[in-house]
């Protein structure tokens, strides 16, 4: 009866007042132990086309994200994609700008798992891959941003050596107006 009074009252929160909360993860650097894939599992760069030619539409539909400065990382297991993850940077995550990037940061947009595929910890060997790859390639920052609640998805970034750095609090009072933006970094993050 609790439980769904707070939903109730969240969900009428939400109605009125537009927000969002998000945390900010920043890779520490690549684990001394990487989450190697298994026999079956393949990790590599993909392309957009690359995407497209999968049998699962699920997978498809994250195309969008390739092109010029993005890089696409996918699990492949059986010969089939069955995750994906995107960063962004350059001119294309301006497309973006949630948060701010300098030079040689790239900033994790889209982490999937296809349904049948999750709880296996192919989400977090895909982080640990991408980013060893991204930083090899030169980065030398890479970020996430995660919904507050989504417990799944702040597991695997944490399982694969990165930490919370900031929660970026959103409140949009009317339709069509620029949010609010508030930024809490945590104690010694600076950017």
């Known amino acids: 009866m609790i439980n769904s009074l707070i939903k109730n009252a969240k969900n009428i929160v939400h109605t009125i007042l537009n927000y969002s909360v998000f945390v900010i993860y920043k890779c520490n ?4 132990n990487l989450n190697l894939p298994r026999k079956n599992y393949e990790l590599r760069l993909m392309t957009s086309e690359d995407i497209m030619s999968s049998d699962d539409a699920l997978i498809n539909e994250q195309a969008w994200y390739g092109g010029e400065g993005a890089c696409i990382f996918a699990c492949i297991v059986d010969g089939r994609i069955v995750a994906l993850c995107v960063y ?12 701010p990037l300098k030079e040689k940061e790239a900033k994790l947009v889209q982490l999937y798992t296809l349904p049948e595929m999750r709880g296996k910890g192919i989400a977090s ?5 991408s980013a060893h790859v ?10 996430a941003r995660i919904w507050h609640s989504n417990h799944s ?14 929660t970026v609090i ?9 949010p609010f933006r508030f930024r809490i970094d945590k104690k010694g993050f600076s950017q």
């Open 134 to 143: 991204m930083m090899k390639q030169g980065f030398t920052n890479l970020f």
């Open 170 to 178: 959103e409140i949009q009072p009317v339709a069509g107006i620029k």
């Open 125 to 129: 060997m895909l982080i640990q891959h």
């Open 88 to 99: 962004w940077y350059g001119d294309r995550y301006l497309t973006r700008n949630f948060w």
């Open 29 to 32: 650097g690549i684990p001394e």
């Open 153 to 166: 998805s702040r597991k695997a970034f944490e399982k694969s050596n990165w930490t919370a750095v900031s």
